[in-house]
């Protein structure tokens, strides 16, 4: 039937999920007049060898196609990169199977047209037979690479299956890991709340087994440090301190320096009038009428009061070495002052500081930045030399600036103040100081002196102004003092009560004593260490007397009052006018509170009497004043 019949096929078309696929299902001859010449036979048998092997690969591809797609809808879940390599095998396919179909129609077309062609037209059907062929070739080649890319695709989806099983494993077991350690940690902090509760027990059960004795030197240690911190100007105090809390160490060295001071903020309200503002001198009470009516009582906030200080030290092979410089700010307009700049080398010292004369551990705990009329309190110049004798016995041998204040004259220093003291030490509670000074006054007289024992012209328009008979002449007397100062330990409410004292007389004292020294610094009375006569010119030194009591109670471990009562008492000559200064007194109370050690907030109430030299300054008709003061403080230690 091949010889006379042509041929027809017959197929089902199918769509899928990957695509449209087309299978013959018969084979039918149909007789026709057309005759068929060999070459046409050979054609149609290629053509329908050709149809059967596309339609074979097209099932390969479709089965290959469908197992792509369902591997990529098991892989849909886990991995968006599965589904865009399914998703490309789908397209793959079903350009492959559009493909197919297209030459399923060619094959078609050219059956009809080799029906239909002449014998003549042979050599052109051979051509497109060829052409046929070619198109076939390249669509098994293209059918072998889509097979070749699902089975890529299978092993790409299941290379990531694998790699997600691995990550979720890896995550189960970090899980598990942090389980594992939050469970520790629990544990361990439930054993640190339990070892601290132990601590605490234990330091309890210590603090209820320590003996009186234990109690009382702890707390004595712990005074002596606060004190220590609140006078680091003090030269007297430890030099070989091998602490030296709060200190910032050198590397590579044995030295050491700190960084110290306070801040004050003070509220000061003069309730009647005095000649300074924000201080309490007892000597700026103003007695005449003429001087109050110039004067008005005020109110003042400061904070110029405020000090930092640098201490240095270093130890070496040759003994200790200290350097210590502190400052305010009470210079004119608020600017720094100096107070200490001095160095200490073992027992020698050199530089700006206390005087010897001083008592650094018998100062009255005071809100008044002034301090105690009648204390010794001055700093200057000098070379020290103080030797520990023992372990309680400690002596002071200094040369210092004489510096003298002279009523009349224009001081000179000429030879320096010799003084000499011995401190003893009981039970390191109690101690007492005496000191000796000798110094030599020196001044070259002025032209004038008026009534307050400034100096001035003499004129006959100012009668108040006394002409000096010896105007010019250099003038020198002796002058000499003793002191005696100490602290008492008194518990009778509590084991830090104290007593404090200092009582201090000589000829020529003025300038040591604090309300003396203060008046003639601000013009207020003239020099108080000597005086020159006007009349003969001859200069004479004053005699002195200064001193003071105080009782500190301390009423908590934080909260604390001093009362004070304190005296200056001057032996006037004859050669000095009534308005020279002859007596003050002062009494003062107040109440501190440290919230922490390093601050301090209090209040003072101070009050004060000046008595002026007069007719008689010991009748009831005495030339005198006084005045009360209220100060309140903020104190910021570092």
């Not at 942090?178 to 601290?196: F, G, K, P, R």
């Not at 100007?233 to 001071?261: C, H, N, Q, W």
């Not at 206390?354 to 070379?383: C, H, K, L």
């Not at 004489?402 to 109690?430: A, H, K």
């Amino acid at each position: 039937m091949l010889r006379s019949s042509p041929v027809e096929f017959f197929g089902i078309a199918t769509i899928g999920e990957t695509g449209i696929f087309c299978r013959p299902t018969s084979v039918r001859f149909i007789k026709a007049p057309l005759r068929m010449n060999s070459l046409n036979k050979s054609l149609l048998l290629v053509s329908l060898l050709l149809a059967m092997q596309a339609t074979a690969a097209q099932d390969s591809a479709t089965a290959t196609a469908e197992q792509a797609a369902d591997t990529a809808v098991d892989a849909k879940q886990t991995s968006d990169e599965a589904k865009k390599a399914a998703d490309q095998a789908q397209k793959t396919a079903d350009e492959t199977a559009k493909k197919v179909e297209q030459t399923q129609q060619q094959i078609d077309e050219a059956v009809k047209k080799a029906e239909q062609t002449s014998a003549e037209a042979t050599s052109a059907q051979a051509e497109s037979a060829a052409d046929l062929q070619k198109q076939l070739n390249a669509q098994k080649a293209l059918i072998a690479t889509q097979a070749a890319s699902g089975t890529n695709t299978s092993a790409t989806l299941a290379d990531l299956q694998r790699a997600l099983n691995e990550q979720k494993k890896l995550i189960d077991a970090q899980k598990k890991q942090i389980e594992e350690q939050q469970t520790q940690l629990q544990a361990t902090s439930a054993l640190l709340t339990n070892m601290q509760s132990q601590i605490d027990q234990l330091m309890q059960d210590d603090q209820q087994n320590l003996s009186d004795d234990d109690v009382a030197l702890r707390e004595q240690v712990a005074k002596l440090e606060s004190q220590v911190n609140k006078i680091p100007d003090d030269p007297s105090s430890l030099l070989a301190d091998e602490d030296f809390p709060g200190a910032i160490r050198v590397p590579g060295t044995t030295a050491a320096y700190k960084i110290g001071g306070f801040v004050k903020a003070s509220l000061v309200k003069n309730k009647d009038p005095l000649v300074t503002q924000d201080r309490f001198i007892v000597g700026s009470i103003p007695v005449t009428t003429d001087d109050a009516a110039a004067l008005a009582a005020e109110l003042s906030l400061t904070a110029n009061q405020s000090r930092l200080n640098f201490d240095y030290r270093q130890r070496s092979e040759f003994g200790n070495l200290r350097a210590f410089i502190e400052g305010d700010f009470e210079g004119s307009g608020d600017t720094f002052r100096l107070r200490h700049a001095f160095g200490q080398f073992r027992d020698v010292l050199a530089g700006k500081t206390w005087s010897a004369f001083y008592d650094a551990q018998a100062a009255p705990e005071d809100v008044d930045f002034e301090g105690t009329n009648g204390r010794v309190i001055v700093r200057q110049t000098q070379i020290r030399y103080f030797p520990q004798i023992g372990k309680n016995l400690q002596w002071m041998i200094s040369l210092e600036d004489p510096n003298p204040q002279v009523t009349g004259g224009s001081g000179v220093s000429t030879i320096p103040d010799l003084v000499t003291s011995i401190r003893r030490d009981w039970f390191s509670r109690w101690h007492v100081k005496s000191a000796l000074l000798l110094r030599q006054i020196g001044a070259i007289a002025n032209n004038g002196v008026d009534q307050n024992g400034q100096p001035c012209e003499p004129s006959l328009l100012d009668l108040t102004c006394v002409q000096i008979v010896s105007a010019g002449a250099k003038e020198k007397v002796t002058g000499w003092a003793l002191t005696a100062s100490g602290k008492v330990q008194v518990p009778w409410w509590n084991e830090n009560d104290n007593f404090l004292f200092q009582l201090n007389y000589g000829d020529g004292i003025g300038r040591y004593l604090n309300d003396l020294n203060s008046v003639a610094s601000l013009g207020i009375d003239g020099g108080q260490d000597a005086i020159i006569d006007p009349a003969t010119g001859k200069m004479e030194a004053l005699p002195a007397f200064g001193g003071y009591l105080s009782f500190q109670h301390w009423w908590t471990a934080r909260m604390r009052s001093t009362f004070l009562v304190s005296l200056v008492n001057v032996n006037n000559l004859d050669a000095q006018p009534a308005t020279a200064y002859h007596e003050t007194q002062r009494a003062t109370a107040n109440l501190i509170w440290s919230p922490i050690s390093n601050i301090d907030i209090g209040g003072e109430l101070l009050w004060g009497k000046r008595t002026n030299k007069g007719p008689d300054p010991d009748s009831d008709n005495a030339q005198s004043a006084t005045a009360t003061q209220i100060q309140l403080e903020a104190v910021y230690r570092f």
